[in-house]
Structures are given as C-alpha cells and as structure tokens.
C-alpha cells in the first residue's frame, strides 16, 4: 500500500518506520523537499521509504497519515493540497498542543471544537478519521509492549473509514480493541484526554502507559 | 466521623448513603433547609442522618464533600461560609460541566483553569482535594462492582490531606488504586477527562465504567 506520513516529528519517525517495516511504500511528507529529519528517516528506512513535500507525500499515499504538530496541521494540510486529499481517508493523529508557555501545555482548541472538526471542515471531501492519539508513539506501532489490554478511540463521520482505519491498525500494529465514539466532534473527547495524559506522564515518570476501559461483567 | 454532603444530587445521595451505611454521622446540605430531596434521604437513612443548608452541613462536618453541581459550586460553598470550612478537608468531587444547550456538556471552565483551583483560590484555608471526580456515583462507592483494577486520581496542594482522603476512600469505598496527579492545577487533567467521559457513556450505553491506566511490566 502507498501511505503518506505528514510530519517529521517522533509520531510519524515511528509511524512511517513501522510501516516500510511491514512491507508498505511510504512517503514522509514535510514544508520543504530535502528536510534533514525526513533525509534521515530515508536513508534509516532504505527504498520503500521516500520524502517530499506534503504535497508530494499526500499525492503519494492512498491514505495519509497527519503526523504533524497539531498547531500547524491546518497550514500542513493546506500545504498538502485539497486535490491531493480528495476521496482519501486521512488518520488524523495530532493533538492541538501548545507548548509555547512551557510545561504542561494547554491545547489550542478544546471544549466546543477540535482539531479533528475543523481539518474535516476545512477538507469536505477527506474522510477525516482520529485515531491513535491518545498513545506514546511507541505504544502506537506496539501496543503489546504493555502488560494488559487497552484501548484506543475512533472518531469520524464516515461509518466505513472508520471500519477500515480499525482494521487497518489492528493489522498493522496489532491494536485489539478499538472504541468507535460516533461522529468527528467526538475528537473533543480524545484532545482533551491529553490535559490528563500529560499529567499522568509525570505522575508516572513514563510516557509508555494508556487506557483500558473496565466495565462490568 | 462527622461528615458533610453538599448538594442533593445523585452524587450527594449515593456518597452520603454509603457514608451513614458505614457508620457515620451525615449532613446534607442543600441551599435551604428542608429541600425535599434532602428530607427523603433522611428519612430514607435514619436516625444518623440530618439536613440542613449548606452552611449547617459544612459547620457540622469535620470533613467536607463537595457534591453540588459544578457550575453552582462556587456559589453553594460561599453559603457554606469560610468559616465552616477553614482549616477543614474539602473532597471536591463536581464536575463545571454545562448541559443548558443540551448533550454532550461542555465544561464552563477549562484547559487553563479548573474548578478544582478555583475552589482552592476562593477558600485558601481550606484543604481542597479533588477525586472521585472521573466515575460514576455507582461505581464511585462500590468500585468492585467493575471487573478489574481500575484507577482513581487524586489532585491537591496539601499532601497531608491527600493522603488522607487516600485512605478514606479506600477504606470507605473499597478503592484500591488511587494515582496522586500533583498540585490542584492536576484538576484541569480530571475535570477535563468528562469531555472522553461523557461520550464514552453514550458508546458503552451505560455510566458504569471506569478508567484503568495500563502500564509496562
């Protein structure tokens, strides 16, 4: 499969790396051709791994995967171009954080509107999915890596691209349980989980933890 | 012990029940005296438990639970009096979230603030601990009724009290595992955990669950 990673950054570092491992061609998508952290993603990942820019990458990739930081993600996917987005499924994996005022930050966008709403807003005719945000980009690609099981979250407005993005990180990074929480607005949720994850990352002195949900019997 | 309830909501009624069950003496306060909700738990409970305003409650209590509605928590510690309050344990256990434009809630204070602070800031001589906050008044005096571990958090500038409440809550409910957040600010974390919450509830179709942080070995 050709999948497009926009971002340079640790989550699509781990994300792209995995899926050249699995065999996929994947383009790392970022401002400008030539971006050192891309480069050296290249030469670390061998043929299959490719870079551009995110317009390149998105117009690589039958599904594109937002890496970036979730600040910038509305000009990066404007970067990428409408015409290269059209039609396709895009992982939204980017949380709105807001690093600027140190230590912990605060998102950019919460509580009435998400990130996930306005790149589906701002891109009407991508099937926008969030997903995989709520994880350690290394717990991401290796969710066995902890002791129990646990869950991620799914959001977005269309029914079948949520179906097949959950079967695809079931496959590709061996995730079993996945909890669809409706429609796109339902990223509020997951964003706003970050105010407690950063907390937590402190707390327990890792970033390697997530969250199961327990129910009764 | 003597304790006080605030507020006659179904978080009021289920803590302060559990709490008269245990033993102890408990007073609900509401923002009069004889609110009828208030009345049919006491007599619902029996002789240890009594009603009055927010003030008679909290004057009452040698530890303080702050189970109002969180967008009119302010106002019903206010009638409470600082000086009911001082030197006392609050456990603040609401949530600011606003249903007046229906569902989902969205929190009326949040990302850069929390109740949990402002409750702390209003009463300065008062030891506000926040917990309890991110489950259901069910699963809240009777964690085992879910099928595993799960986790409570704890958030609060005075880490005497902290542990206090830690014990309480174990020793009371049966909670097991309780994660210590911080400093109030860790407030914004949990209060802002409602938004996954709330929406978890619509897709699990049931408010009896709860959140188990899973870790590596």
């Not at 491992?21 to 030469?43: D, F, P, Y």
Request: with cysteine; aromatic share 6%; proline share 3%.
């Amino acid at each position: 499969m050709k999948i497009a990673i926009l971002g340079t950054g640790m989550v699509g570092d781990a994300l792209g790396t995995k899926l050249v491992q699995l065999g996929h061609e994947v383009r790392m998508g970022s401002r400008t051709k030539g971006n050192v952290k891309a480069i050296e993603w290249v030469k670390k990942n061998g043929a299959k791994a490719t870079e551009g820019t995110f317009a390149d990458a998105a117009k690589f990739g039958e599904i594109v995967l937002n890496c970036t930081s979730g600040v910038g993600s509305l000009e990066a996917l404007k970067q990428a171009g409408s015409q290269n987005l059209k039609g396709k499924i895009l992982i939204d994996v980017a949380n709105p954080l807001d690093f600027s005022k140190g230590m912990p930050p605060t998102l950019t966008i919460c509580n009435t509107d998400s990130l996930g709403e306005q790149i589906q807003k701002a891109f009407p005719e991508t099937k926008v999915v969030k997903t995989l945000n709520t994880t350690n980009c290394l717990v991401m690609v290796n969710p066995s890596m902890l002791t129990d099981g646990h869950d991620l979250f799914i959001s977005g407005n269309d029914a079948a691209a949520k179906a097949e993005v959950t079967e695809l990180i079931k496959k590709w990074f061996g995730w079993k349980r996945v909890i669809d929480l409706g429609d796109i607005t339902t990223s509020r949720g997951t964003e706003m989980l970050l105010a407690i994850w950063i907390r937590l990352m402190v707390a327990l002195k890792t970033p390697n933890f997530n969250f199961k949900i327990v129910t009764e019997s």
